[in-house]
Structure formats: C-alpha cells, structure tokens
C-alpha cells in the first residue's frame, strides 16, 4: 500500500482575518471549511483548498492572536510548494505579486521545474510550481469565484521541504516506514551543502514529494506566527488507513493513535528530527456536513462538538471574514 501524497499542511497565524483576505482573496483559495482546532477548541482552524475542498489542496492555519515572530531554522517544514497548471500562470503570479506588494523572488528552476518564491504578510515561506503537463497525482479543480482567472489558479500542494541537521533518519522513516523512493537530486539554494534530496510516493509528480535540505550549521527553529505546524499524508480510505495505524506504531515511532477529526481520520507522530507528520484519510470529506456550494460560509463543529456549541461559540473571538 502506498500513501497518495500530501494531503494538507498546517500552519500558524496570529491573525485568521488579514490571513484570510491574503489566501483568498489575493491567491484565490476557497475557504472550504471554517472550525475550531479539535484539541483547543478557543481557536479557529480555517482550511482553504479548490472549489471542491480536495485533499491534496488543503493548506489550512490555526488562529493564534499575538504568537510571536519565527525563527528558522533545522526541524522544520521550510517551505511549501503550491501547483499551477503552467509557466505562463508563474508571469500571471510574478505580475500580481508585484501589484499587491508581495515579498517575492523570481522564475527559476527547482528539481527541474519552473517555480516562484514568495512570502505571506507573517513571513510563511511558499514556492508557486508549474506543473507544465507533467504526470502524477492529480491537480485540484480551480475555484472560479474570484478574480484569479481559471487558468492561471492555484490547483493543489507541491513539494514540502523539510530542513534538517542530520538527515539520515528522516530518510530512513520515508523509505522504510512510510514507501518513499528517492526520485533524484537538486542543488541546494543556500550555496555549499549537500544537494537536496526528492523522495516521492504513490503517482509521483509535484504533489507526491518531500525535498530534504540537509543545513547542519543552522540552530533549531523557533515556530511562531507563519511556521509550519505539521504536514499530512493522503491515505485512500478507512481500510488503508487501520493497515497504516498498525505500520506506524510497528516502527516503534511514538504516535497518537487513531484520531477521529469526523472530515478525516488522523494519526500523528513526529519523525527522528522532531517534524510532525500526519496520515490523513481522503474520505468523508468537507461536505459530509455542508453542501458544497455552502462550504466555509458558517462555523462548522463535527458531531462530538456540536452539543457544546453555545459554550464554545461563546469562547471564541468575534472573527468577521466578510470584504476582509
């Protein structure tokens, strides 16, 4: 069995209003779902994605005001790739950058892909990828309610890169435990070091990869607002995903168990150099409690929330998304 590729990945910000505004209305995401985080529900999680809420082009954040600035560095998830469908759409992107004022670098190759860097307003570190008729997992359908035309849409994750002191055991956890292959190798961006390794599974192409930065002279990263929390692996269904359970805590890799999140089953479990992963099931979905025209238009609570609602709406801040 072989995990399908990424499914979401997590991050955190001080400030879910003016975070909306920038993932939808300049980078033309859908808010597909607008909750709670499960595990402190006094702050919001807000899951952005295609028009469907497909996994594999879930990027979502979890509200915390007044978190302090990151500091980058080794055990991290440093960067995250988002697709487009191809080069022109990369011009279309360097173009509004430029309009909206946004930090960003310029068109250049990564593992042989035309990419764009750029940063979000809390400093989050993102790469724009072309996908150019490559093979591979499947892009996203793009969301046409926004004025990013269609074409040029943001359609599903790319590459993660995860940036580590030491890498050997981290490679060892993707290969052996998890079915990663290692699909070749890049140089590295930050000059002198050890080239950067892509380790694929499943159909393989942009959405089915990690890159590892080996950057031994770099101290421990500090998160704070804009750094990555966790990524999530896609696992097809409830059947694959016991096999999976079983495989992880086999590995003697401390986890969480099976965790039901109601849109998806989880299970946690941090890797040799402290990264948390995430194994996440592609079924029921972000429909199983709201239509798909709806999605993100209320606050969602899964079913073992619901009967304490009043309380938890009571607790939260006031969030108002509207003409953000």
């Known amino acids: 069995m072989k995990l399908l590729g990424l499914h979401h990945v997590s991050i955190l910000t001080g400030k879910a209003e003016r975070n909306f505004q920038f993932y939808t209305k300049i980078l033309g995401f859908r808010l597909v779902k607008?909750?709670?985080?499960?595990?402190?529900?006094?702050?919001?999680?807000?899951?952005?994605?295609?028009?469907?809420?497909?996994?594999?082009?879930?990027i979502t954040f979890f509200d915390i005001p007044g978190l302090g600035h990151t500091y980058p560095g080794i055990g991290s998830i440093?960067?995250?790739?988002?697709?487009?469908?191809?080069?022109?759409?990369?011009?279309?992107?360097?173009?509004?950058?430029?309009?909206?004022?946004?930090?960003?670098?310029?068109?250049?190759?990564?593992?042989?892909?035309?990419?764009?860097?750029?940063?979000?307003?809390?400093?989050?570190?993102?790469?724009?990828?072309?996908?150019?008729?490559?093979?591979?997992?499947?892009?996203?359908?793009?969301?046409?309610k926004t004025d990013v035309p269609v074409e040029h849409a943001i359609i599903g994750l790319g590459p993660v890169t995860l940036t580590v002191g030491v890498p050997d055991k981290t490679v060892q956890v993707l290969t052996d435990v998890m079915g990663f292959t290692q699909s070749g190798t890049y140089p590295s961006l930050a000059g002198d070091f050890p080239d950067i390794m892509v380790f694929s599974t499943g159909e393989g192409g942009s959405g089915a990869e990690?890159?590892?930065?080996?950057?031994?002279?770099?101290?421990?990263?500090?998160?704070?607002?804009?750094?990555?929390?966790?990524?999530?692996?896609?696992?097809?269904?409830?059947?694959?995903?016991?096999?999976?359970?079983?495989?992880?805590?086999e590995s003697g890799l401390m986890n969480s168990g099976k965790v039901e999140r109601y849109y998806f089953k989880a299970l946690y479990f941090r890797e040799p150099n402290h990264i948390l992963f995430e194994l996440s099931t592609d079924t029921p979905g972000f429909d199983v409690d709201e239509p798909i025209e709806t999605l993100g238009e209320k606050?969602?609570?899964?079913?073992?929330?619901?009967?304490?609602?009043?309380?938890?709406?009571?607790?939260?801040?006031?969030?108002?998304?509207?003409?953000?």
């Open 78 to 144: 440093s960067s995250t790739s988002l697709r487009v469908k191809d080069t022109n759409a990369l011009h279309y992107w360097e173009e509004r950058f430029k309009e909206f004022r946004i930090q960003h670098g310029q068109i250049e190759k990564r593992n042989n892909r035309n990419t764009l860097a750029f940063q979000d307003f809390e400093g989050t570190s993102l790469v724009l990828v072309a996908d150019n008729g490559e093979e591979g997992v499947t892009a996203g359908v793009p969301w046409d």
């Open 299 to 324: 606050l969602a609570l899964p079913p073992f929330l619901e009967p304490r609602r009043t309380e938890i709406e009571a607790k939260l801040r006031p969030l108002d998304l509207d003409d953000k």
């Open 210 to 249: 990690v890159h590892i930065e080996t950057r031994p002279d770099l101290p421990r990263m500090r998160p704070g607002r804009g750094s990555v929390h966790h990524v999530a692996f896609r696992v097809p269904n409830e059947e694959e995903y016991d096999y999976w359970a079983q495989r992880i805590a």
């Open 34 to 58: 607008k909750t709670v985080n499960q595990d402190n529900t006094e702050s919001y999680h807000l899951f952005y994605g295609d028009a469907k809420g497909s996994p594999g082009t879930e």
